[in-house]
């Protein structure tokens, strides 16, 4: 069975960092590339961005890029996000989320995800 | 940056009823278009992929259609655990991935 299960979430005052991570099982982890994607309360769903396998490709949303930095560790099958200088404008649940190839690329499972709230 | 617009915004039915949904792109994405069904609390699932290709596990009674610009999302006879919320997704022109801002599905 395919799980990802997020974690580091919580309170973090404008300005802060917080480092998520994402633990995945039930599938080859370093065959998958990943994508990080959140929902603001009330909102819809925002991609924030994509980690091939490998780490050879990496791709952000503007409204993150310069301060957020994802990562991996196959060898421990888990996905990471580094969030710096956070905004008001970052609360969200922030989901992980595993990507195939049906042709093009294909968000198939997600996390349970984790709420990230950015308040002073 | 590919724009998919949704609609309509809200669709009330009964179950038993038939749903169409609505995804627009602002360009073509060939059929690169996958439907996500989420309910509140619980994280998004993937319902069509392809434009038209079902998703494992996921029933008969969903269904998409359409390529290049504009796609529907059917669900026939409608279950008292569809109601929900419907976002498309383009993977075809991308960083950045985009989705529609959502279809809300009420009884």
């Known amino acids: 069975e395919v799980q990802l299960v997020e974690a580091g979430g919580g309170l973090v005052q404008p300005g802060g960092s917080l480092r998520l991570s994402c633990a995945v099982s039930g599938f080859d982890f370093n065959t998958h590339s990943m994508s990080w994607v959140r929902q603001a309360p009330g909102k819809g769903l925002e991609w924030i961005a994509f980690l091939s396998s490998g780490s050879s490709s990496i791709y952000y949303a503007d409204s993150v890029k310069g301060r957020f930095t994802v990562s991996r560790d196959d060898a421990r099958n888990s996905l990471f996000l580094q969030m710096t200088s956070l905004t008001v404008e970052d609360t969200a649940v922030y989901y992980c989320a595993r990507d195939t190839i049906r042709g093009s690329y294909l968000t198939d499972f997600w996390g349970q995800g984790t709420l990230v709230t950015v308040s002073s | 940056e590919i724009v998919l617009t949704q609609s309509p915004d809200t669709l009330s039915l009964s179950p038993g009823e038939s749903a169409t949904l609505s995804c627009r792109a602002s360009?073509?994405?060939?059929?690169?278009l996958a439907w996500y069904q989420q309910k509140p609390g619980q994280a998004p699932r993937l319902l069509i992929y392809g434009a038209s290709n079902r998703a494992t596990g996921i029933p008969a009674r969903f269904s998409g259609s359409g390529s290049g610009t504009d796609f529907t999302l059917t669900i026939s006879s409608l279950e008292p655990e569809d109601f929900a919320v419907y976002y498309c997704?383009?993977?075809?022109?991308?960083?950045?991935?985009?989705f529609g801002q959502g279809t809300r599905l009420e009884i």
């Open positions: 997704q383009q993977r075809d022109i991308w960083p950045p991935v985009t």
């Open positions: 360009q073509s994405v060939r059929t690169y």
